[in-house]
Nanobody, 125 residues
């Protein structure tokens, strides 16, 4: 049974930095691409970033480039998302998700097979 549990969210001031963590249980974490998504209040799900099985060449949504950094530690079964210079528009629930067997790089929600329940990030201005 695979479980993904996000943590690290909270209330932060604009301009601060934050690191979100996604802890994966179950076997084979390193066999799957992973991704981060977010959903702002009243808006749809938005893809943030993806990383391949061994962490090579992460990809980001265009609007996320420069302030977001995705990484993973396969030895710890953990995925990270570091966000710099937080803005009020970053307020959202952030989700991690696992790519299915055919997903090499996560570039959207198609093909994702497991999702966490999310962690809320609220940025105050």
């Amino acid at each position: 049974q695979v479980q993904l549990v996000e943590s690290g969210g909270g209330l932060v001031q604009a301009g601060a930095s934050l690191r979100l963590t996604c802890a994966a249980s179950g076997r084979g974490f390193s066999n799957y691409a992973m991704g981060w998504f977010r959903q702002a209040p009243g808006k749809g799900l938005e893809w943030v970033s993806g990383i391949s099985r061994f962490g090579g060449t992460p990809v980001y949504a265009e609007s996320m480039k420069g302030r977001f950094t995705i990484s993973r530690d396969n030895a710890k079964n953990t995925l990270y998302l570091h966000i710099d210079s937080l803005k009020s528009e970053d307020t959202a629930v952030y989700y991690c998700a696992r790519g299915g067997p055919l997903v090499v790089t996560v570039r959207g929600y198609y093909g994702m097979d497991y999702w966490g329940k999310g962690t809320l990030v609220t940025v105050s201005s």
